[in-house]
């Protein structure tokens, strides 16, 4: 085995890991503690990034990244609204 096969076969290991799901116990609580740090690091990016100590790349990262946790957030609670008002067209 070359050198160069060797260091991929490295890099696949220590990268294998970070494709398996991580196991959720937080639950609701954890998603919207996720939400919250998305937001909360997305506003940060936008500040460094006006006063010059993050560069204009990060912040598209972080917009397009805080842009999904709202859509993702948005979609739930349209789910959960939907859910809500097939329950109240039950006939009792």
């Given at each position: 085995?070359?050198?160069?096969?060797?260091?991929?076969a490295?890099?696949?290991?220590?990268?294998?890991?970070?494709?398996?799901?991580?196991?959720?116990?937080?639950?609701?609580?954890?998603?919207a503690?996720?939400?919250?740090?998305?937001?909360n690091?997305?506003?940060?990016t936008?500040?460094?990034?006006?006063?010059?100590?993050?560069?204009?790349?990060?912040?598209?990262q972080?917009?397009?990244?805080?842009?999904?946790?709202?859509?993702?957030?948005?979609t739930?609670?349209?789910?959960?609204?939907?859910?809500y008002?097939?329950?109240?067209?039950?006939?009792?």
């Amino acid at each position: 085995m070359d050198i160069t096969s060797g260091l991929a076969a490295h890099a696949y290991a220590r990268a294998r890991p970070a494709t398996q799901p991580e196991p959720q116990a937080g639950g609701l609580r954890g998603l919207a503690q996720d939400f919250t740090d998305v937001l909360n690091a997305g506003d940060e990016t936008a500040r460094a990034t006006m006063t010059g100590r993050a560069d204009p790349h990060a912040l598209v990262q972080a917009l397009s990244a805080t842009e999904l946790a709202v859509e993702t957030a948005v979609t739930l609670r349209d789910k959960v609204v939907e859910a809500y008002q097939e329950i109240l067209r039950m006939p009792v």
